[in-house]
Nanobody
Framework: QVQLVESGGGLVQPGGSLRLSCAAS????????MDWYRQAPGKQRDLVAS???????NVADSVKGRFTLSRDNAKNTVYLQMNSLKPEDTAVYYC?????????????WGQGTQVTVSS
């Protein structure tokens, strides 16, 4: 059974930093790409950052230069370091991965962790 468990969210002032963690189980972690999404109230869930199995990363333009993504395969964990946070970064952040079998893709999501940026 695949499980993704996010942690590290909270309330932070503008300009502050947070590091989110996503611990995975039930998958061959080192063979899975991992994504972080976020969803603000009343808005769609958007892709924030992706990390491949070899550690190459992509981040959304809205967070470029502020957010970085890394993975620790020994701990089956992916991290999202968020610096220079802005109020518009307020959202629930979700960890995502997927397994593909033939043409079928099955996505897995964590429960989400709330990030609130406010003074």
């Amino acid at each position: 059974q695949v499980q993704l468990v996010e942690s590290g969210g909270g309330l932070v002032q503008p300009g502050g930093s947070l590091r989110l963690s996503c611990a995975a189980s039930g998958i061959s972690f080192s063979n899975n790409a991992m994504d972080w999404y976020r969803q603000a109230p009343g808005k769609q869930r958007d892709l924030v950052a992706s990390i491949s199995v070899i550690g190459s990363t992509n981040v959304a333009d809205s967070v470029k230069g502020r957010f970085t993504l890394s993975r620790d395969n020994a701990k089956n964990t992916v991290y999202l370091q968020m610096n220079s946070l802005k109020p518009e970064d307020t959202a629930v952040y979700y960890c995502n991965t997927w397994i593909t079998a033939g043409s079928k893709r099955t996505d897995y999501w964590g429960q989400g962790t709330q990030v609130t940026v406010s003074s």
